[in-house]
Structure formats: structure tokens, C-alpha cells
């Protein structure tokens, strides 16, 4: 089955950087599109940035510049580079398995999230 698994996520001061990692297992990996979401508390869950099987990426407005997704298929393993970091990216991460290469989804598999807090 499908098993994502996220690290790399702490507490970090405005304008530090931190590097999420997402393991993932249980299928072809380098077959997909990859992406993360994040949800802050009493928001909604927002689509971040997203990858291609051939390493095209897309990025919502609000991290464009600023945030950096890339992927490994010889470790099956996606990142997300986060530099400049602000107080609103405050919030849980989370590594998903996209249907497409759409920011937003559809979504088929979801890792348990990441905590990046930032003060």
C-alpha cells in the first residue's frame, strides 16, 4: 500500500529556511505527479506546489520565489525547500500523491504531515 512519510519540519525564526523530505513507498513513484499542501490552524487546507514525473513544477502564488520542490525517483523521496520564511507559513505540511499536475489536486494518498512553525 501506499506509504508517504514526511520529516524535516521544526521550529524556525522569520526568515530562516528549512528542507521538508517525503519518503514515499507501495508504488511506482517516479510514475506520478507529487505535491505538497498545507493547512494552518482554522484554514484550509492549500495546495503549495507540485511536481511532474519529469520534474516540472508549478507553485501557488502566495510561495512563488520563495519555496522550491524537487524530487529524487532514485530515492523515491520529493522535498520542498522553504527559504524567507514568514510567520503566515505557519502551519502542518503535508506530501501528496497527485492524480495530475495540478496544484489542488485531485489527491489519491496523503502522508500524516509535518509541523513548521514559525516565529
Known amino acids: 500500500h501506499v506509504q508517504l512519510v514526511e520529516s524535516g519540519g521544526g521550529s524556525v525564526q522569520a526568515g530562516g529556511s528549512l528542507r521538508l523530505s517525503c519518503a514515499a513507498s507501495?508504488?511506482?513513484?517516479?510514475?506520478?505527479?507529487m505535491g505538497w499542501f498545507r493547512q494552518a490552524p482554522g484554514k484550509e487546507r492549500e495546495g503549495v506546489a507540485a511536481?511532474?514525473?519529469?520534474?516540472?513544477?508549478s507553485y501557488a502564488d502566495s510561495v512563488k520565489g520563495l519555496f522550491t520542490i524537487s524530487r529524487d525517483n532514485a530515492k523515491n523521496t520529493l522535498y520542498l525547500q522553504l527559504n524567507s520564511l514568514k510567520t503566515e507559513d505557519t502551519a502542518m505540511y503535508y506530501c501528496?500523491?497527485?492524480?495530475?499536475?495540478?496544484?489542488?489536486?485531485?489527491?489519491?494518498?496523503w502522508g500524516q504531515g509535518t509541523q513548521v512553525t514559525v516565529s
Open positions: 511536481i511532474d514525473s519529469d520534474g516540472s513544477t
Open positions: 501528496t500523491k497527485l492524480l495530475g499536475m495540478v496544484i489542488t489536486g485531485p489527491i489519491s494518498d
Open positions: 507501495g508504488y511506482t513513484y517516479s510514475s506520478y505527479c
